[in-house]
């Protein structure tokens, strides 16, 4: 079947989001002379998980942890490192090669629209995409299929007719679970050896012309 839609994640593969959140978690610590295990701080799912991680940093800070200044504090420090981002070395590459093609785009992503629209105004792609789905959209995150489903349901396409492009191992089930392909690019801290079953494994966009993406996928038989 004809690919004749691309269907991205966001966080962490659109944009590095992923590292300002580590980061902004480790200023947090250590605004409180505490030094952050990064060990098991990225899920394994989609979602927020930021509560368990505000009571994990309470335990450790003791007596006078105050949960709403922190958050506001650790809120306003990745702000200021988000403004700064732009878009992962060659994605816009990728997006203006897939206008060159004719293939319709979308974003399909566990965060909030909020956040997810508002980084991609930051970076003036938001008009490139067609389509979004967001993770208040549907009932489970990501190794869940529903917001992939979703964003197949706007595009009014089935599965085989698009590809997915993710960052996380749980991102590639979710898009292999919605009879999507996909082509992987891990974020910055995520283990490159759980990606076996993705069609495609690249270290960055940059690393690959989306037409020789596309010409790998296509090789390949839809879930």
Not at 29 to 55: K, T
Not at 152 to 178: C, I, K, N, S, Y
Request: proline residues 5%.
């Amino acid at each position: 079947m004809t690919i004749k839609a691309l269907i991205f994640d966001f966080d962490g593969l659109l944009m590095d989001t992923e590292t300002t959140l580590l980061d902004s978690w480790r200023w947090e610590w250590r605004r409180h002379g505490l030094e952050l295990d990064p060990a098991g701080f990225f899920a394994d799912h989609g979602g927020d998980i930021n509560e368990s991680r505000y009571a994990a940093l309470a335990a450790a800070a003791g007596a006078g942890y105050d949960r709403e200044t922190s958050h506001a504090l650790r809120s306003a420090y990745r702000k200021e490192l988000n403004a700064a981002l732009q878009p992962a070395p060659g994605i816009t590459a990728w997006l203006d090669r897939a206008a060159g093609l004719g293939l319709r785009l979308a974003v399909a992503s566990s965060s909030p629209l909020w956040h997810v629209g508002a980084m991609l105004d930051q970076a003036g792609l938001r008009s490139r995409f067609e389509v979004l789905a967001t993770g208040e959209e549907v009932a489970a995150h990501k190794p869940d299929p529903a917001v992939y489903l979703l964003a197949l349901e706007r595009l009014g396409l089935p599965a085989g007719a698009a590809v997915a492009f993710e960052d996380t191992a749980h991102g590639v089930a979710a898009a292999h679970a919605a009879g999507l392909r996909c082509v992987a690019v891990p974020n910055p801290h995520a283990d490159h050896s759980r990606f076996t079953a993705a069609e495609l494994l690249l270290a960055s966009a940059a690393d690959l012309p989306l037409d020789e993406v596309l010409a790998a996928v296509s090789a390949t038989a839809p879930h």
